[in-house]
């Protein structure tokens, strides 16, 4: 008696309703729709029979490998290089999925048959009518009872000579109308180098199953055990494989759904600028009227490529859904239904594909969006002579092509307002040319970081942004615009708060301030060395009144004399 399997998960039975292949799909070929005739397992877990599969029609593929370097001459600084060499590779398309299937060495008969979709035909074939059902050993009358133990459907005739061979006498026979609540009849799997042998035992060098005959010839010290002792380690490895996949399912249903949500947005969007469109149009004259339906045929164009490209994410996935579902199914089949030694046999071909699979990127979010919108006072030139309003936009800020400029970027004095200009553009580097797109402004002392200075950002609806913040203390600070939580160009950086200039104390000779009569651009840092004051500091003689009296700028000039 075969072990129990052990359970999947709770993966069995958790696949979207109408996905399942159905009986039909387990054991009738997608080509000649008749039951599995030496049904062949492809890379892509998709079964057909090897006759539907040789009337395909190949295709060759040059693959190019690259020579080795010859090395036979250590130290040698030129190593001559092989030339590359051409292997012709034969393959094939799946028919269900269209996946490129690189036929081996011997051609579709060297593939990996599928025993599980063998299993499936010969029960329903036993549990149906039976038409066409003949039996094993004379091949020209129709089956009565199974032998248990040979495993050998027997006609009539066949069966009494069974039971009159001294070695089969005691066979358990079943009738076949008692066959009807069965789940396994295969036959055994036989070993193609000893045709008289059964793949009991598997080398676990060579990863494959063998026959006694095996053991003692060619596999002879390499480790094997029996398949029954070695199918829950094998099994476990594809469990966990199974593990990985199944969340991918579930991930590729869910972007699907986002798609299709998109998509009812997208045309919900398109609708609703085209109603807005339309109304602004209404009271115009024929030239207003051109205007609208070129904006119509605008909108037609986005709402068209923007669906192609949401069409094409669409198909892409949907391939891709169709790909995992039918590695799940086949994998949990196998699990479930499949013998120790089917698991073994087909355990290379599901983990390659199972691993592949897994391998594959996708995103789960909608490729573009429904960023549409209609500005209705903005200039779109001259129609028909007229001067007419309204555009359809598709621009979005990028927070990586906005420009930062201003002379207080990275300077400033403390306790007066500095500030700076913020230049929107989108991803072609066009300004946005409008305003909304939520700038946000951080000024941090580097000393105090908990302590951030007020910074004020004035949208002046034309795409530009003036930023202004006074800091309190001299010192570095760090500034951070950001549009959308992302950093824009040149964000952050440092600004340099310095000390404001002391008060003037008095007229001085050699100050470029005192001799200057007080102008603005001349500063002075108070005593200058080596320089000796014409007016001592108690006279009381302040710079703002140097500045406001002329007579007594003369009256210093001539001290100073």
């Not at 060395?529 to 002329?550: C, F, Q, W």
Request: charged share 25%; hydrophobic share 30%; with cysteine.
């Amino acid at each position: 008696m075969s072990e129990k399997r052990k359970p999947l998960l709770g993966f069995v039975g958790k696949l979207p309703s109408g996905t399942a292949l159905g009986n039909s799909g387990k054991t009738h070929c997608p080509l000649c729709m008749g039951l599995f005739k030496a049904p062949r397992l492809l890379p892509c877990l998709h079964t057909v029979c090897t006759t539907c599969l040789e009337q395909l029609e190949p295709f060759s593929v040059v693959d190019i490998r690259g020579g080795d370097s010859d090395t036979s001459s250590e130290g040698s600084i030129f190593q001559e290089l092989k030339p590359p060499s051409l292997q012709l590779q034969i393959g094939i398309l799946c028919p269900v999925c269209g996946a490129q299937v690189d036929l081996p060495m011997g051609g579709v008969k060297a593939l990996t048959i599928d025993h599980l979709a063998m299993n499936d035909v010969m029960l329903e074939s036993l549990q149906g009518e039976g038409q066409g059902l003949v039996c094993d050993l004379c091949s020209n009358r129709e089956v009565e009872k199974r032998c248990q133990t040979c495993k050998a459907n027997l006609c009539h005739f066949c069966c009494q000579a069974h039971r009159r061979q001294k070695k089969t006498t005691y066979h358990t026979m079943v009738d076949r109308k008692d066959l009807k609540g069965c789940s396994r009849i295969g036959k055994p799997v036989l070993c193609p180098a000893h045709p008289a042998e059964d793949l009991r035992l598997f080398c676990e060098l060579c990863d494959q199953p063998v026959c006694q005959d095996c053991v003692v010839g060619e596999h002879r010290e390499h480790p094997c055990d029996f398949t029954s002792s070695v199918t829950h380690k094998h099994g476990d490895s594809v469990r966990e494989l199974l593990r990985g996949t199944q969340p991918h399912v579930e991930a590729l249903e869910g972007a699907l759904a986002q798609i299709k949500g998109m998509n009812s947005a997208l045309q919900a969007q398109v609708g609703a600028v085209a109603a807005d469109v339309r109304t602004f149009s209404e009271g115009y004259i024929k030239a207003i009227e051109e205007h609208r339906d070129k904006l119509l045929k605008q909108l037609e164009d986005i709402r068209v490529q923007k669906e192609n490209s949401l069409q094409l994410q669409k198909a892409q996935l949907e391939q891709l859904l169709a790909d995992m579902r039918t590695g799940v199914e086949f994998t949990e089949h196998l699990l479930t239904s499949g013998s120790d030694l089917e698991i073994l046999i087909t355990k290379g071909v599901v983990v390659e594909r199972l691993t592949k699979l897994n391998k594959v990127e996708y995103s789960i979010h909608p490729g573009v969006n429904d960023k549409i919108c209609f500005s209705p006072q903005q200039k779109a030139g001259r129609c028909r002579g007229y001067e007419v309003y309204g555009a359809i936009s598709t621009k979005e800020v990028d927070p990586a092509k906005c420009v930062l400029q201003g002379e207080d970027l990275h300077r400033a004095q403390e306790k007066q307002t500095a500030s700076f200009t913020l230049l929107c553009k989108d991803a072609a580097g066009e300004s946005m040319g409008r305003g909304g797109d939520g700038v946000q402004v951080t000024v941090i002392p580097k000393d105090k970081k908990d302590s951030p200075v007020r910074a004020l950002v004035h949208d002046n609806q034309d795409g530009t942004y003036h930023v202004s913040y006074t800091p309190k203390e001299p010192g570095v600070y760090t500034v951070l615009v950001c549009i959308k939580e992302q950093h824009v160009q040149g964000s952050p950086f440092t600004v340099t708060v310095r000390k404001r200039h002391r008060p003037h104390p008095g007229v001085f000779q050699g100050c470029a301030f005192c001799s200057s009569g007080g102008q603005k651009t001349a500063h002075c840092g108070g005593t200058m060395p080596g320089a000796t004051p014409s007016i001592e500091p108690n006279v009381g003689l302040k710079l703002t009144t140097l500045r406001s009296r002329p007579e007594l700028r003369s009256r210093v000039r001539r001290l100073t004399d």
